[in-house]
């Protein structure tokens, strides 16, 4: 079991960034991915970034890639999303996962049938 504290979140206009904190704590596996995903109001929960492990294999959702980089720290248990250019469509809770079954490749969402999950961070952007 692991417990999962995202913080970062904020307002934000567009064209601007913010990074998001992800701190885990409890009984954290090796070997499996961590993850960002993301709700915005009406809408489902939304794949945004993915990374494996030892950080050599990452993935993100069409929509950020060139805009958002996932990263992480072992030795501190965490894992970051840096935002960079935010557009309004960026408005969401976003939530970090770990547990997740990835290694390499692209993400699917088999891979989360046993994550864990945070609490969520909200993210705003003004146009």
């Known amino acids: 079991q692991v417990q999962l504290v995202e913080s970062g979140g904020g307002l934000v206009q567009a064209g601007g960034s913010l990074r998001l904190s992800c701190a885990a704590s409890?009984?954290?596996?090796?070997?499996?991915?961590m993850g960002w995903f993301r709700q915005a109001p009406g809408k489902e929960r939304e794949f945004v970034a993915i990374?494996?492990?030892?950080?050599?294999?990452?993935d993100y959702t069409d929509s950020v890639n060139g805009r958002f980089i996932i990263s992480k720290d072992n030795a501190q248990n965490t894992v970051t999303l840096q935002m960079n250019n935010l557009k309004p469509e960026d408005t969401a809770v976003y939530y970090c996962?770990?547990?997740?079954?990835?290694?390499?490749?692209?993400?699917?969402?088999?891979?989360?049938?046993?994550?864990?999950w945070g609490q969520g961070t909200q993210v705003t952007v003004s146009s």
């Open positions: 409890g009984r954290t596996l090796s070997n499996y991915g």
């Open positions: 990374i494996s492990w030892r950080g050599s294999d990452t």
């Open positions: 996962a770990a547990g997740i079954r990835y290694w390499r490749g692209r993400y699917n969402s088999n891979m989360i049938a046993y994550a864990d």
